[in-house]
């Protein structure tokens, strides 16, 4: 699903990213780990498009898409979770989901005058999907609390519903694990293994928790 040939990022004489090869596997929970400052989240960058490589080729699904800005990789189903999550903090957690998908009907001012009826339909399939989510989640009682009131944990929860909005292929996800308490902590893993296998998601993931990408993932 993703591969990575000979990629290298650097910041003036600083070697953040050398000649890195990787190839993760269609349906795969893969783990990358390494202490800090090894360019772990570099190469996340990279690969999501937050910055653009010094050399080297990456392929989603064999098209390349070496050098692509974050918001085309998204529409691609490419997305990736950051360490700290920034949801909409005074949206509830409905509301942040149904935000997700891009181009929606409602984002056009004309549209909200001459459409109205397909902006009200659209936004109805959107509730709808997004309640779906929250259910397969098992957070229904967060469904209405504010985002900036969540746990670090549910943060996290949170993160990884809005990539069910967008049907995505591959999520990369960056130390899901820090800061959250044990019992959240399972619920997440829970998750992520129930979207790999019930849904064909493939995720990359690091992880500096060794028993929690031990249980999840394989490691390279």
Not at 9 to 26: E, M, P, Q, S, T
Not at 48 to 62: F, R, V
Not at 88 to 98: D, I, R, Y
Not at 167 to 176: G, Q
Request: hydrophobic share 40%.
């Amino acid at each position: 699903m993703i591969k990575v040939n000979n990629l290298s990022k650097h910041f003036g004489g600083i070697k953040a990213v050398d000649n890195v090869n990787l190839h993760i596997k269609k349906g795969s929970i893969t783990g990358l780990i390494g202490p800090n400052g090894a360019g772990k989240t570099t190469l996340f960058n990279l690969i999501a498009g937050l910055c653009k490589p010094t050399s080297g080729k990456i392929y989603l699904g064999g098209e390349d898409i070496t050098g692509l800005d974050s918001h085309n990789l998204f529409h691609k189903g490419l997305l990736r979770t950051f360490q700290i999550a920034h949801p909409f903090p005074t949206l509830t957690v409905l509301e942040n989901l149904m935000m997700v998908p891009g181009n929606q009907l409602g984002e056009n001012i004309i549209n909200s005058w001459i459409r109205r009826g397909q902006i009200r339909k659209q936004e109805n399939n959107l509730q709808k999907k997004a309640e779906e989510v929250i259910k397969f989640l098992n957070i229904l009682h967060l469904k209405n609390e504010k985002a900036g009131r969540l746990s670090g944990g549910q943060k996290k929860l949170l993160e990884l519903a809005r990539t069910m909005m967008v049907d995505a292929k591959v999520v990369l996800l960056d130390e899901v694990g820090a800061g959250v308490n044990r019992t959240l902590l399972r619920q997440i893993g829970d998750a992520i293994l129930r979207l790999n296998q019930e849904h064909g998601y493939t995720f990359c993931m690091i992880e500096h928790d060794m028993d929690f990408i031990s249980q999840n993932c394989v490691i390279q």
